[in-house]
Every structure is written in C-alpha cells, then in structure tokens.
C-alpha cells in the first residue's frame, strides 16, 4: 500500500524557517518525481516545488524562488522542503505528490506564518 506522510508544520512568525519532510512508502521512490503542493485558504492548490528522481533537476515556483529549497534522500525515501525568509503568503496546507505512471498524495500539514 502507498503511503505518503509529512512532517514538519507548525506556527513560525514571518522570516522564520521550517523544514517539511515527507517520507514514502510502498513504492520504488528513487523511480518517482517528487513535488510539494500548497493549498491556502480560499485559493487553488499550487504546486510548489518538485525534483526529478535523480535529484538533479528542480523547478520552483516563482513566488518562492531563493527562499525555499527542495531535495531528496533515495536511501531514506524522503524528500524535503526547506522554507526560508517565510511569509504570511506562505500559510498553506502543504502537501506532498509521488508522480510516475499515476500520483500518489499526503494528507498535508499546516504552516502558518504570523506575527
């Protein structure tokens, strides 16, 4: 059974930082693209960032350009999300996508950045 499980959420205030994990299993993760979605109140889900199975190739949205960093460990089936210099824009429902042949999805976990 595919399972994916994030981690890492909580309440920061803005310039702050927090690190999202996500580990898989029940699938050959190094064969998956990774990609993190986020989903704010009001507002269609958004992709975030993603990277390749090989790790070598990332694409970010341009909102979080320079300020977040996604990146994987095959050997641990995680991929992560660094999020830097966080913003109140940057409260979301951040959810993590396994992609191959189908997608697989989290449940999601909460950020919220406020003073």
Do not use: H
């Amino acid at each position: 059974q595919v399972q994916l499980v994030e981690s890492g959420g909580g309440l920061v205030q803005p310039g702050g930082s927090l690190r999202l994990s996500c580990v898989a299993s029940g699938v050959t993760f190094s064969r998956y693209t990774m990609t993190w979605y986020r989903q704010a109140p009001g507002k269609e889900r958004e992709l975030v960032a993603e990277i390749t199975s090989s790790g070598i190739i990332t694409n970010y949205a341009d909102s979080v350009k320079g300020r977040f960093t996604i990146s994987r460990d095959n050997a641990k089936n995680t991929v992560y999300l660094q999020m830097n210099s966080l913003k109140p824009e940057d409260t979301a429902v951040y959810y993590c996508n396994a992609y191959r042949v189908t997608a697989y999805w989290g449940r999601g976990t909460q950020v919220t950045v406020s003073s």
